[in-house]
């Protein structure tokens, strides 16, 4: 799933869609990249091997947008990702309502949605996504829940910190992420702690690090 995502291509995404009305009515952009280690939520979805990804980016100055976005992953042909939503801002705050399908060629059962609801002020941020469908599972079966923080240095790199909180019937067992990166123009490099809670065999815990490289650019 994407990359929270999988902070590389949802830097990219966030970077589009800060359009304003002031703006051009509608804006197009791409991005590509590469990670040593692609985490979703924690866990590993290549099984510790690199991946590439890439991605196509619309939005308009009304706020509206819609996106693809497709990776490399273990145990699929890929994973490709669309999804579309509504931006929009309030009091100072900046809101993020959404629906993303997560599609696996070559493992369809596999395949499921969730919507989303995202805001942000300043430099934190929260949000949520509930599970929307999925093979075997019924309308709000899981539920993930973040918070971050992005922590600006210079023009050109941040330090930034993420929890997370994935729980519900349609998953084995409930974890939380904790994860910090540090990001210089387009490279990144991040540590990720994933606490899993088993009733049976007790608390797990995995840690993995990771560094990456995108590019995003106007089309």
């Known amino acids: 799933m994407k990359l929270t995502a999988s902070s590389i291509a949802i830097a990219s995404l966030l970077a589009t869609l ?21 985490l ?52 100072g705050i900046d809101y993020d309502l959404g629906y993303i399908v997560y599609l696996y060629p070559g493992l369809t059962e596999a395949n499921n949605s969730e919507i989303y609801a995202l805001a942000s002020y300043n ?19 899981t539920l993930y829940l973040e918070a971050g923080y992005d922590l600006p240095i210079d023009d050109d790199s941040s330090v930034s910190f993420h929890l ?23 490279f990144n490099v991040g540590i990720s702690k994933v ?8 608390d797990t815990e995995e840690v993995k690090l990771y560094a990456g490289f995108s590019h995003s650019f106007d089309l």
């Open 18 to 38: 800060s359009l304003t009305s002031g703006q051009v009515a509608a804006e197009t952009s791409a991005n590509v990249g590469v990670t040593t280690n692609y």
């Open 40 to 91: 979703w939520r924690g866990f590993e979805q290549t099984e510790g091997d690199p991946a590439v990804f890439a991605g196509l980016d619309w939005s308009s100055s009304e706020g509206w947008y819609a996106g693809v976005w497709a990776s490399s992953i273990s145990g699929a042909d890929a994973e490709v990702d669309v999804y579309g939503g509504y931006t929009f801002s309030n009091s």
């Open 123 to 141: 430099n934190f941020s929260v949000g949520a996504w509930l599970l929307a469908e999925a093979d075997g599972a019924d309308f709000a079966d």
């Open 164 to 186: 997370g909180h994935y729980s519900g019937d349609a998953i084995d067992n409930d974890s939380v992420d904790l994860k910090v990166e540090y990001a210089y123009k387009g």
């Open 195 to 202: 606490q899993i809670s088993d009733v049976d065999a007790g």
